[in-house]
């Protein structure tokens, strides 16, 4: 069964600091993966989604990237601000064909400090 | 393209009583999956249609079922509704079909059971 795990849970940082968060998986026979934001009582914001055949992703101040035989995505936000405080979810897609079940991560809840 | 869309966006129910949700994909979008958001569980995966039949089913009770009618329009029913049912509904489509594909979430339907 595929677990899908993020630390920190929380963190907190200065508005302008660079920041990593972590995603790990524990079967890597993965086929995308999928960062996510999500503002509270809001739904899901599609942020980046790394194919198969990626190994990472960028748009605009944000670089993901994805090394699925160590079971790992890295998200990596440049320049933070107030705005991009929020929680953040990965999700994997399994890799056998017809199976549309994404797997999501616990979620980091990032606040940035102005 | 307008994106998906929930409806309502917010339910308050009593316990013992039934709710239907609806969700409606993205034009040429043939499946959809309904994912339950709970502060203790996280994103869980409920069930997935595509062209009318379920492909996938997570972990719920009977007490949970949906269907997906011919233009790819699906609802979810919840009966004898407990507390526990409160959540945050969502639902994504994708292509689906022959590929692997992007799966995009609506705003999702808050719902609440006193």
């Known amino acids: 069964k595929q677990e899908v795990t993020q630390i920190p849970a929380a963190l907190s940082v200065p508005e302008g600091e660079n920041l990593v968060l972590n995603c790990s998986f524990t079967d890597s026979a993965i086929y995308n993966l999928q960062w996510f934001r999500q503002d509270p009582g809001k739904g899901l914001t599609s942020l980046l989604l790394?194919?198969?055949?990626?190994r990472e992703q960028t748009s605009g101040r944000l670089n993901a990237s994805l090394d699925k035989s160590s079971g790992r995505s890295t998200l990596y936000i440049a320049a933070s601000q107030p705005g991009d405080s929020a929680t953040y979810l990965c999700?994997?897609?399994?890799?056998?064909?017809?199976?549309?079940?994404?797997?999501f991560g616990t979620g980091t809840r990032l606040t940035i400090i102005p | 393209k307008a994106g998906v869309t929930q409806t309502p966006r917010y339910l308050i129910k009593t316990r013992g009583q039934q709710v239907t949700l609806s969700c409606s994909p993205i034009s040429g979008h043939r499946s959809v999956s309904w994912y339950q958001q709970t502060p203790g569980q996280g994103l869980q995966f409920l069930f997935e249609y595509f062209s009318e039949t379920q492909r996938n089913k997570g972990n719920f009770p009977g007490r949970f079922s949906g269907r997906q009618f011919s233009n790819s329009r699906s609802e979810m029913n919840v009966s004898t509704l407990e507390l526990g049912d409160s959540a945050l509904y969502l639902c994504?489509?994708?292509?689906?079909?022959?590929?692997?594909?992007?799966?995009?979430f609506g705003p999702g339907t808050r719902l609440t059971v006193l």
């Open positions: 790394i194919q198969s055949s990626q």
């Open positions: 999700a994997v897609y399994p890799s056998n064909f017809g199976n549309e079940k994404l797997t």
């Open positions: 994504a489509s994708s292509l689906g079909g022959s590929s692997y594909n992007e799966q995009f």
